[in-house]
């Protein structure tokens, strides 16, 4: 199963195929293995420089300082970001696409003396330039997005969800099923071959919750929505 970011989902959305294009990092943050920029916001520049080591290892200098890690494939590249404008830094990224389309993000800062380790992200960031990072990624048939923010310590850490919004609308070619809670036991209603459905939310743990069309609310798990929906919903190959 391919990722599809969530970017160009809905504009290429045919039918059952979703046709994939996507252009990584941000096109305004170039890949690069050098560079001249302040990141510590003292308008001195530092000197960057990234060293692919092989097996997917990197080593990361910021003038004196150095660092390595460990990627799924050879990183091709960082790009420099600003995860919170309303402070002085701006953070270096070590890029990878990795296997198959896992875009690996590993955030450095540099506080003039070391350089630290923010964070490690897949698949597509969005840095909103207040301290939050939104990521997107491909579930299956839907993009679960995800929220960090920047701690005090400038750590990038997950906010959780209860539930995750999925907002995928399909056509029911099998019975399906509709339960009243997520235990699965009492069902509530079965979804006639032909109506649509609405799949609203997840509980990530494999139950969704679904609209009918008759407006009525229940759970289904993922193996079942697959069975009954797959021919409508945005599947990758
Ligand atoms: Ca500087
Ligand atoms: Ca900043």
Avoid at 12 to 41: C, H, Q, R, Y
Wanted: aromatic share 10%; hydrophobic share 40%.
């Amino acid at each position: 199963m391919r990722w599809l970011p969530a970017s160009v989902l809905s504009p290429v959305l045919s039918g059952p195929l979703v046709v994939f294009a996507v252009s990584l990092p941000p096109k305004d943050a170039p890949l690069m293995w050098n560079a001249k920029e302040d990141i510590t916001g003292d308008n001195k520049p530092e000197i960057i420089r990234l060293v692919n080591l092989g097996n997917g290892k990197f080593r990361l200098h910021i003038n004196q300082a150095t660092v390595e890690g460990r990627l799924l494939e050879d990183t091709e590249g960082f790009y420099i970001t600003d995860v919170n404008r309303a402070d002085k830094y701006r953070e270096v990224v070590v890029y990878s696409p990795g296997p198959s389309d896992d875009y690996e993000h590993v955030l450095f800062w540099f506080d003039g003396q070391r350089i630290r380790k923010m964070g490690h992200l897949m698949r597509v960031p969005k840095y909103l330039g207040n301290g939050i990072v939104l990521v997107d990624d491909w579930m299956g048939f839907w993009v679960i997005t995800r929220k960090y923010v920047l701690t005090k310590n400038r750590t990038l850490i997950e906010v959780p969800q209860e539930f995750y919004y999925v907002g995928v609308t399909g056509k029911v070619s099998k019975p399906l099923t509709l339960y009243q809670t997520r235990q699965g036991k009492k069902p509530l209603a079965t979804l006639r071959v032909g109506s649509k459905a609405e799949i609203l939310l997840s509980d990530s743990k494999g139950w969704y919750l679904v609209r009918s069309e008759n407006r009525l609310l229940g759970w289904a798990r993922e193996d079942a929505i697959m069975k009954a929906m797959w021919s409508s919903l945005p599947l990758a190959d």
